[in-house]
């Protein structure tokens, strides 16, 4: 038997019974229609790969390449598919022939270790936007031209640990400070990642540049030391850290994600600490909670967000079980076109529970946030609505949030 392309075991493999329950869940598949483009498609391809040798051509790329990786499926699957997993190897393979991951997407990820670099570039970039010289390509939101200072730990030997990022921290500061105000509030002090701790490798994991992400996140590990609990405000960041002891199958790397809390996750035990007047019903302003699909379905940490927020808010749930925005990390870089339906298709669910294009949509992905900020609705994370309810933090308005959203 020749030897097998892709790092999968028999029984992942074979656990999917291809009874389709998993197709209306899967965005790919709500937009096209194809079959190719659902996950029991794009499993009987990786199954074709691995034990019929099919080649990963043009045509095998774009089935594998056009999946947001949202595992959107896993939850829908009675059969328990590790979905995640499956995908996994395949980009892994896919990155080995060069199938995936362009040479502009390796070059702009290389750059993400180096924060200072990214830290110069968001205010260019920002002015950039402003004068139309950069492509839309993405449908991201306007930049900031300013970032604030940096986030100051309060403690050499702290409660928690606030992890930062790269993007996040360059381009969303403003919700590391509310989470900052939170901890504190809680009575807690916290820490910031040395500069080793820049980037989790998020990213480099969807695109199937595992040693990259493996790098990574060794460096990650001893950028916050101890055993205090690891806060995270990004969804993809929060699952990349959660996934270290599986990338790098060690027990250090498993040690080092049981620490790992979303902030959402963390906050929920504290709030009768942060909580100390009750809001009145007629103070509550109405929020529509859109779940990013690294915390929904991934983390599964989505029902604190509604914890939380309910003592400041009237929450409006959409009908969609979860269904992906379309951002996935660099997908609305890579896939703009059916990242753009996907998104069509999620603004059109929250305009039909909340008509009015200016009712605040909370969503708790740097991502997903700036995504739908770029559709025109008004989009914070939970820790700034709830940081901002509590006066904790300077509220906040969004330049795009009038009425622009698509319907
Ligand atoms: S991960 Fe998301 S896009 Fe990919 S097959 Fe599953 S549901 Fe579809
Ligand atoms: S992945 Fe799960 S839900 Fe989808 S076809 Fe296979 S067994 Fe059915």
């Given at each position: 038997?020749?030897?097998?392309?892709?790092?999968?075991?028999?029984?992942?493999?074979?656990?999917?019974?291809?009874?389709?329950?998993?197709?209306?869940h899967?965005?790919?598949?709500?937009?096209?229609?194809?079959?190719?483009?659902?996950?029991?498609?794009?499993?009987?391809?990786?199954?074709?790969?691995?034990?019929e040798?099919?080649?990963?051509?043009?045509?095998?790329?774009?089935?594998?390449?056009?999946?947001v990786q949202?595992?959107?499926?896993?939850?829908?699957?009675?059969?328990?598919v590790?979905y995640?997993?499956?995908?996994?190897?395949?980009?892994?393979?896919?990155?080995?022939?060069?199938?995936t991951?362009?040479?502009?997407?390796?070059?702009?990820?290389?750059?993400?270790?180096?924060?200072?670099?990214?830290?110069?570039?968001?205010?260019?970039?920002?002015?950039?936007?402003?004068?139309?010289?950069?492509?839309?390509?993405?449908?991201?939101?306007?930049?900031?031209?300013?970032?604030?200072?940096?986030?100051?730990?309060?403690?050499?030997?702290?409660?928690?640990?606030l992890?930062?990022?790269?993007?996040?921290?360059?381009?969303?500061?403003?919700?590391?400070?509310?989470?900052?105000?939170?901890?504190?509030?809680?009575?807690?002090?916290?820490?910031?990642?040395?500069?080793?701790?820049?980037?989790?490798?998020?990213l480099?994991?969807?695109?199937?540049?595992?040693?990259?992400?493996?790098?990574?996140?060794?460096?990650?590990?001893?950028?916050?030391?101890?055993t205090?609990?690891?806060?995270?405000?990004?969804?993809?960041?929060?699952?990349?850290?959660?996934?270290?002891?599986?990338?790098?199958?060690?027990?250090?790397?498993?040690?080092?994600?049981?620490?790992?809390?979303?902030?959402?996750?963390?906050?929920?035990?504290?709030?009768?600490?942060?909580?100390?007047?009750?809001?009145?019903?007629?103070?509550?302003?109405?929020?529509v909670?859109?779940?990013?699909?690294?915390?929904?379905?991934?983390?599964?940490?989505?029902?604190?967000?509604?914890?939380?927020?309910?003592?400041?808010?009237?929450?409006?749930e959409?009908?969609?079980?979860?269904?992906?925005?379309g951002?996935?990390?660099?997908?609305?870089?890579?896939?703009?076109?059916?990242?753009?339906?996907?998104?069509?298709?999620?603004?059109?669910?929250?305009?039909?529970?909340?008509?009015?294009?200016?009712?605040?949509?909370?969503?708790?992905?740097?991502?997903?946030l700036?995504?739908?900020?770029?559709?025109?609705?008004?989009?914070?994370?939970?820790?700034?609505?709830?940081?901002?309810?509590?006066?904790?933090?300077p509220?906040t308005?969004?330049?795009q949030?009038?009425?622009?959203?698509?319907?």
């Open positions: 038997m020749s030897a097998r392309p892709l790092a999968l075991s028999d029984d992942e493999l074979s656990t999917c019974v291809s009874c389709g329950l998993c197709l209306p899967c965005p790919t598949f709500r937009v096209s229609n194809e079959e190719a483009l659902s996950p029991r498609g794009r499993i009987a391809t990786i199954r074709a790969i691995q034990y040798g099919l080649q990963i051509d043009e045509h095998v790329s774009e089935i594998q390449n056009t999946c949202c595992r959107g499926c896993e939850p829908a699957c009675p059969s328990g590790p995640g997993r499956l995908i996994e190897a395949a980009k892994n393979e896919m990155a080995r022939q060069r199938r991951a362009p040479w502009w997407q390796r070059f702009g990820l290389r750059l993400l270790r180096h924060h200072r670099l990214l830290l110069i570039g968001t205010p260019l970039l920002a002015i950039g936007q402003r004068l139309h010289l950069i492509p839309k390509r993405a449908g991201l939101s306007t930049l900031p031209i300013r970032l604030g200072a940096p986030i100051a730990p309060t403690s050499t030997s702290p409660d928690v640990w992890f930062t990022g790269c993007v996040m921290d360059a381009w969303q500061r403003s919700t590391h400070r509310s989470t900052a105000a939170l901890i504190q509030a809680a009575g807690c002090t916290f820490g910031v990642p040395s500069k080793a701790g820049a980037c989790c490798g998020a480099h994991s969807h695109a199937g540049l595992t040693h990259e992400a493996q790098t990574l996140a060794r460096s990650v590990m001893t950028s916050m030391p101890g205090a609990p690891i806060v995270v405000d990004s969804a993809g960041c929060g699952a990349a850290l959660k996934d270290y002891g599986h990338l790098l199958g060690t027990s250090e790397a498993v040690a080092f994600s049981e620490r790992v809390f979303d902030v959402h996750e963390w906050l929920e035990p504290h709030m009768n600490s942060i909580i100390t007047t009750h809001m009145s019903d007629t103070d509550k302003i109405d929020v909670i859109q779940d990013p699909c690294h915390l929904r379905h991934v983390q599964k940490a989505h029902i604190a967000v509604r914890t939380i927020l309910a003592p400041v808010a009237h929450l409006i959409l009908d969609d079980d979860g269904l992906c925005c951002a996935g990390g660099a997908y609305s870089i890579v896939e703009p076109e059916l990242a753009g339906q996907i998104r069509e298709r999620k603004v059109r669910n929250i305009l039909m529970k909340s008509p009015d294009a200016n009712t605040l949509v909370a969503s708790a992905n740097p991502g997903c700036m995504y739908l900020q770029g559709a025109g609705l008004v989009v914070k994370h939970p820790v700034d609505i709830l940081a901002e309810a509590l006066g904790l933090v509220t308005d969004h330049p949030s009038k009425g622009t959203a698509l319907s």
